[in-house]
């Protein structure tokens, strides 16, 4: 009973896996000519896995160990279970070869858990195929938080094939036994850093993006700030600190929110100083609505008379001004056509530029 992912002596069996999928073979086919293959009969996480992640985040799957159920033929009803899988990592293929017989049918039950295999062990030591798992720290027992069968009786089992290996599905959907809540957690380390209260006293976080409350003053040793999110959806959070040095910074973290997981944003580093997004691709004159920037023309955005950009912008393009520092900016944009000659059209534009933020310029003809 074995758990593989691409290491030691199995990056043979990988290579010649992607050598066979680039060229339309499927999964159940001989894995290669070069060598002969072991007989194996697997469970790959991609067909149970379904909407449940295999990730860091907490909520999410980790590890899980297989059960493997061996029938004489389709008309048995009984079978007998051949034993379970080491843990093994939600992202590695459980497979089984000693134990397999060449024509005998097979059947599978997965059990799931959100603890990394390194953490459980098997009741009985790591050879003995029992199903249960420990705490490896605790021996205190673990029951899986999902479960799940593929292959339901010997009617839907597969087949060993001689120097083959076979996948064991389909499988049914993961059974869910303590669904926790859809969430997202951020923490003053994940923008402050290990010792966030050598960065900063307190920061402040808004979210810009799906409506999500503001949390202020949050103290730089208080544990993370947690939002209800919705599977699917997509956040973005300004969060700003006054350092210690009595400089304010910024950045911006984002987040997209997945089932019964808690989610830990994307930040980026903390800046003193901001950016600004400028279009002018579909902003039209007042009284013609006519393009103000129509396609195959060029513009410049220009502060105090002086271009922000190195060379005239495509009127497709979006100008991206950086770095500034924080304040309110009063921009003009001139336009000019294919040969460089001003059109005699343009905009007024305004910005409040942020640290650590890119700010979305207002314009007007």
Known sequence: MIARGFGHSELVVASLVLACAATACTDDELLGTAVPQPTEVAVRPADFLDEVS?????????????????????????????????????????????????????????DGYDVPPEELKPFGGAS?????????????????????RCGNAASSAVQASQNRRVYVRPCDPLDDAAPSPT???LAPSHVLGDDPCSAAPSLDVVEELAGLPSVLGVSCDSPPVMFDAVDGAHYSFYVSALGVDDTLRGTQCFAMGAASETVVPSCGALSSQGSMRLSLASLTAADTDDLVCPPEHYFDVLFEGEALNAIPLSCSAQAHVTPLQPGTYLLSAEVYDGLGAPYGTGASCAAQVQPGKTSDAFCLP
Not at 93 to 109: D, M, N, S
């Open 183 to 185: 969430a997202i957690a």
């Open 54 to 110: 295999c990730s860091l985040n907490e909520g999410a799957m980790r590890s899980y160990v297989v059960t493997l159920t061996a029938y004489d033929d389709p008309e048995d009803t009984t079978g007998f279970t051949l034993g379970s899988s080491a843990p093994a990592p939600c992202s590695f293929i459980a497979g089984f070869r000693e134990v397999v017989v060449v024509g005998q049918l097979y059947t599978a039950q997965v």
């Open 128 to 148: 003995s195929g029992a199903r249960q798992m420990l705490l490896a720290s605790t021996d205190e027992v673990v029951a899986p938080r999902w479960t799940t």
